[in-house]
T-cell receptor, first 113, second 114 residues
Framework: DQQVKQNSPSLSVQEGRISILNCDYT??????FLWYKKYPAEGPTFLIS?????DKNEDGRFTVFLNKSAKHLSLHIVPSQPGDSAVYFC????????????FGKGTKLSVKP | DAGVIQSPRHEVTEMGQEVTLRCKPI?????LFWYRQTMMRGLELLIY????????DSGMPEDRFSAKMPNASFSTLKIQPSEPRDSAVYFC????????????FGSGTRLTVV
């Protein structure tokens, strides 16, 4: 049973518009959430994170929102750029798991010029 | 720092052969993780080490898979015998331990078993 779910395998957005990537989780013990970005033939790279004590974290064009009651988080990219085209993975970690990350299956974002 | 270094980048082997994937973590990182990426299952954690000691290998799919970390600067993931369903991209990552955002991934090894 998947503990971290990204139900949209792909998303296509026009350049300059907002991209919203969604992620749901089932384990209430998760207390830290991260987004990773992956280009073809490269390993995932850390993008942004949020602790469960917050409901929003912003870094430039990237904002992550956390809704603990709904066990849902989302990544907003505004404005979207063609260079943002990549696979985005949502990941979660639980206290005491020694940093063990559980990943979703990823969402492939395509930003069209 | 050169980051996490994995070798080989690509491996094509015949079913039944032994395959060994290698990883050099970032110096000073005391946790090392092996992940496998497939279309069906996404990124799955296979095993992780803390201070060279295997902590959780519950993600290792079968006894055909084994992993070692003989010292802080080297780890191997071995598949013997390999099967076509093992075809995937295998990633190694390292971190300073207990700090999720400290994960750094290698570029991966694309394994094809024919």
């Amino acid at each position: 049973d998947q503990q971290v779910k990204q139900n949209s395998p792909s998303l296509s957005v026009q350049e300059g518009r907002i991209s919203i990537l969604n992620c749901d989780y089932t384990n209430s013990m998760f207390d830290y959430f991260l987004w990773y970005k992956k280009y073809p033939a490269e390993g995932p790279t850390f993008l942004i994170s949020i602790s469960s004590i917050k409901d929003k974290n912003e870094d430039g064009r990237f904002t992550v929102f956390l809704n603990k009651s709904a066990k849902h988080l989302s990544l907003h990219i505004v404005p979207s750029q063609p260079g943002d085209s990549a696979v985005y993975f949502c990941a979660a970690s639980a206290w005491g798991s020694q940093g063990n990350l559980i990943f979703g299956k990823g969402t492939k974002l395509s930003v069209k010029p | 720092d050169a980051g996490v270094i994995q070798s080989p980048r690509h491996e094509v082997t015949e079913m039944g052969q032994e395959v060994t994937l290698r990883c050099k973590p970032i110096s000073g990182h005391n946790s090392l993780f092996w992940y496998r990426q497939t279309m069906m299952r996404g990124l799955e954690l296979l095993i992780y080490f803390n201070n060279n000691v295997p902590i959780d290998d519950s993600g290792m799919p079968e006894d055909r898979f084994s992993a070692k970390m003989p010292n802080a600067s080297f780890s191997t993931l071995k598949i013997q015998p390999s099967e076509p369903r093992d075809s995937a991209v295998y990633f190694c990552a390292s971190s300073t331990g207990g700090i999720p955002y400290g994960y750094t991934f290698g570029s991966g090894t694309r394994l094809t078993v024919v």
